[in-house]
């Protein structure tokens, strides 16, 4: 029954293992955080405090500054400077660091991988499998993460162009220079994310652990 399930997600899922439920035989004891796990973690909410607070930063000076005026025009220079500030968190330092979240769910994934194809630590499968779902889950988060800092790179770049639009100051091309290094990593991230997949050997392991 394991192993049908196992090749149905290999299916439907992009990682093979989501709702995966552990061997029927084992009580299913509380899963310990690794370290790599707690980085990650604590990363994650991290940076949704930031965009948090960037949001919040962003919303209140456009209060105090047009009393909340909705519509954005080139001659509303306090509203492009009110989303300037609201995502200026999204930079490629904050997109780097996300990669590297990335990386370390794909070391568990490996890892915990080499654990479950391992015929002599057959005990510890549904303790690999616990890891592999959480190192999925942290890929999956990360990623929404990503994407909406590559979101907020665009804000701030349009923001600029808003600001720039009614000044006759000099253009400055760096905000669009970093919203295509965070795409670039935003790739590099995605690219690194698809290896987190079920194998043949994994599937062969698990039949054989269940047999």
Known sequence: MLVHRLRFHVMTSPYGLDELPPEESDPNP?????????VGATILVSIAILAIGGLVTGIARDIATTGGALPIGSGNQQVWYAVQ?????????????????VGLCWWQWQGWSEVIEDPDRIEELSEALGHLRRAQRTAMWTRV????????????????????????????????VETLAVFVLLAGALWIDSKLTVDDDMVAAVADSSQ
């Open 145 to 176: 993460v990503l994407v909406v800092t590559a979101l907020g790179s665009i804000a701030v770049f349009v923001a600029q162009l808003g600001v720039y639009s009614g000044s006759d100051a000099t253009l400055d091309i760096l905000p669009g």
């Open 85 to 101: 500030i609201g995502a200026e968190w999204a930079s490629p330092v904050v997109a780097l660091i996300l990669m590297g979240v």
């Open 30 to 38: 509380r899963l310990e955080w690794e370290v790599p796990e707690i």
